[in-house]
């Protein structure tokens, strides 16, 4: 979520912002401040009404003891009924109000929470606007294998193997879904196994989290409301909560401090989480993505921090290291690149995506997007540390990083590490894992 003050502060330069994200909100920002004029002038309303009316009721102890005093001596209260009667009245009157008012200002501040929770968050200055037509390849790391002979696809190369039974997958689970078998399990076992072991080493905190989550883990992360349809939702006679499939281990690392106040000493906080990720998004179908690099289930582990602001510049720089080292240690060829805003998602003010070359494709596909969050997810959820030069609360900066994700890591070796034969080389960083196994054969 956006801060209310840099959006009043210069509405015109937060329109411009969001633009380059290809995003026009520039009504909903007018909206957003006319609602913040409204919302403050209720509660000033409010409060006044609610002072005059605990001025009534103090008038009216002082009349009660002056009525009490009166009937004592035998006097006539009738003028001090009369006024508190008139208190009375006055009272009930503001009582409406400022019913009336909160009636008021609680629909008021519901639009204006889902006008603030719709608006991305704000790019980066230095990043190019528009989309990915604007993206920087920033740096291309390892030689593109050369082939001989006619390079076969992935898919190919799988079912010759048996590394991946498609057909079963859609049989089990329709399409855009795929099984693992034999050695095909047991390399996907082997390439989780080296992320983890890697991040541990880095000194990363290992983290399972849930795979079903409350819907305020989306909206923390940003996922929420906008693309709610775009995740398995789970239906519960028993509980009326809105639960769902975490698309990404993001969305529950986000919130691991939500409604939290750190001590600054407690900071960086480093956490890695290894989940299969559940996504609707069409797979299987689309012809230049035949095969495993988009589907509705896949294996990704995610790195994950909360820093201090002026810390998060150096957090994004580690995380780009980390998924960089991560390839560069299966040997693979690869290039890094600066998105444009428009090509960074909505919760993000940079991303860099790392993308591996897929010979098939004849191109690059991400395998991990780092991303800078800024204090956007911090504000929708709550999550600060307190300054202890200051002994005051400030939002943390949140970021994330994919360390990897699977299933384009997966198409990517068989494919750039395929021989002639059909066979497939096993990076060396993997072979621990597979009991000394070098190379992967049809049996």
Same mark, same amino acid.
């Given at each position: 979520?956006?801060?209310?003050?840099?959006?009043?502060?210069?509405?015109?330069?937060?329109?411009?912002?969001?633009?380059?994200?290809?995003?026009?909100?520039?009504?909903?920002?007018?909206?957003?401040?006319?609602?913040?004029?409204?919302?403050?002038?209720?509660?000033?309303?409010?409060?006044?009404?609610?002072?005059?009316?605990?001025?009534?009721?103090?008038?009216?102890?002082?009349?009660?003891?002056?009525?009490?005093? +009166?009937?004592?001596?035998?006097?006539?209260?009738?003028?001090?009924?009369?006024?508190?009667?008139?208190?009375?009245?006055?009272?009930?009157?503001?009582?409406?109000?400022? +019913?009336?008012?909160?009636?008021?200002?609680?629909?008021?501040?519901?639009?204006?929470?889902?006008?603030?929770?719709?608006?991305?968050?704000?790019?980066?200055?230095?990043? !190019?606007?528009?989309?990915?037509?604007?993206?920087?390849?920033?740096?291309?790391?390892?030689?593109?294998?050369?082939?001989?002979?006619?390079?076969?696809?992935?898919?190919?190369?799988?079912?010759?193997?048996?590394?991946?039974?498609?057909?079963?997958?859609?049989?089990?689970?329709?399409?855009?879904?795929?099984?693992?078998?034999?050695?095909? +399990?047991?390399?996907?076992?082997?390439?989780?196994?080296?992320?983890?072991?890697?991040?541990?080493?880095?000194?990363?905190?290992?983290?399972?989290?849930?795979?079903?989550?409350?819907?305020?883990?989306?909206?923390?992360?940003?996922?929420?409301?906008?693309?709610?349809?775009?995740?398995?939702?789970?239906?519960?006679?028993?509980?009326?909560?809105?639960?769902?499939?975490?698309?990404?281990?993001?969305?529950?690392?986000?919130?691991?401090?939500?409604?939290?106040?750190?001590?600054?000493?407690?900071?960086?906080?480093?956490?890695?989480?290894?989940?299969?990720?559940?996504?609707?998004?069409?797979?299987?179908?689309?012809?230049?993505?035949?095969?495993?690099?988009?589907?509705?289930?896949?294996?990704?582990?995610?790195?994950?921090?909360?820093?201090?602001?002026?810390?998060?510049?150096? +957090?994004?720089?580690?995380?780009?290291?980390?998924?960089?080292?991560?390839?560069?240690? !299966?040997?693979?060829?690869?290039?890094?690149?600066?998105?444009?805003?428009?090509?960074?998602?909505?919760?993000?003010?940079?991303?860099?995506?790392?993308?591996?070359?897929?010979?098939?494709?004849?191109?690059?596909?991400?395998?991990?997007?780092?991303?800078?969050?800024?204090?956007?997810?911090?504000?929708?959820?709550?999550?600060?540390?307190?300054?202890?030069?200051?002994?005051?609360?400030?939002?943390?900066?949140?970021?994330?990083?994919?360390?990897?994700?699977?299933?384009?890591?997966?198409?990517? !070796?068989?494919?750039?590490?395929?021989?002639?034969?059909?066979?497939?080389?096993?990076?060396?960083?993997?072979?621990?894992?597979?009991?000394?196994?070098?190379?992967?054969?049809?049996?």
């Amino acid at each position: 979520m956006l801060d209310i003050k840099k959006i009043k502060e210069n509405p015109q330069a937060v329109k411009e912002g969001l633009k380059a994200k290809e995003v026009d909100c520039d009504a909903t920002i007018d909206r957003i401040l006319v609602l913040d004029d409204q919302i403050r002038a209720l509660k000033t309303a409010s409060e006044g009404k609610t002072a005059q009316k605990n001025k009534l009721s103090k008038e009216n102890g002082k009349l009660f003891g002056q009525k009490k005093g +009166a009937e004592k001596r035998g006097e006539d209260t009738s003028a001090i009924d009369a006024a508190i009667a008139e208190n009375n009245a006055k009272s009930v009157r503001l009582d409406q109000d400022v +019913a009336d008012e909160l009636k008021e200002l609680e629909t008021l501040s519901a639009e204006y929470r889902t006008a603030m929770l719709s608006l991305p968050n704000l790019p980066d200055p230095d990043l !190019l606007p528009g989309g990915k037509e604007n993206n920087q390849p920033l740096r291309y790391v390892g030689e593109k294998h050369s082939f001989d002979f006619e390079p076969k696809h992935h898919v190919d190369l799988c079912q010759n193997l048996g590394l991946i039974d498609y057909e079963r997958g859609v049989k089990l689970a329709g399409a855009g879904n795929w099984m693992y078998t034999g050695m095909g +399990a047991r390399l996907e076992w082997a390439l989780l196994n080296y992320f983890i072991d890697t991040h541990i080493a880095d000194g990363y905190e290992f983290i399972l989290p849930p795979h079903m989550l409350e819907y305020q883990c989306g909206l923390t992360a940003g996922q929420f409301p906008k693309f709610a349809d775009e995740v398995y939702k789970i239906a519960n006679p028993t509980d009326d909560r809105v639960h769902y499939m975490l698309p990404t281990a993001e969305a529950a690392l986000a919130s691991v401090y939500r409604d939290e106040i750190l001590s600054e000493s407690d900071l960086p906080k480093k956490f890695f989480a290894y989940t299969p990720c559940f996504r609707r998004e069409a797979g299987s179908h689309r012809a230049d993505e035949r095969g495993m690099v988009r589907g509705h289930q896949f294996n990704k582990v995610e790195m994950f921090q909360y820093t201090r602001p002026e810390d998060s510049d150096a +957090a994004f720089d580690e995380l780009v290291r980390k998924a960089e080292n991560l390839v560069k240690g !299966l040997g693979l060829h690869f290039r890094t690149v600066k998105l444009a805003a428009g090509d960074c998602s909505a919760s993000m003010a940079r991303t860099y995506d790392i993308e591996i070359l897929i010979p098939s494709m004849n191109g690059y596909k991400e395998v991990s997007s780092v991303s800078n969050a800024r204090d956007y997810q911090a504000r929708r959820g709550n999550i600060r540390f307190r300054r202890e030069a200051t002994g005051k609360p400030e939002y943390v900066h949140t970021l994330n990083g994919s360390g990897l994700a699977t299933s384009r890591i997966f198409p990517a !070796l068989v494919e750039q590490n395929q021989r002639a034969d059909g066979s497939v080389v096993i990076p060396e960083a993997l072979r621990k894992y597979l009991g000394g196994i070098e190379v992967i054969e049809k049996k």
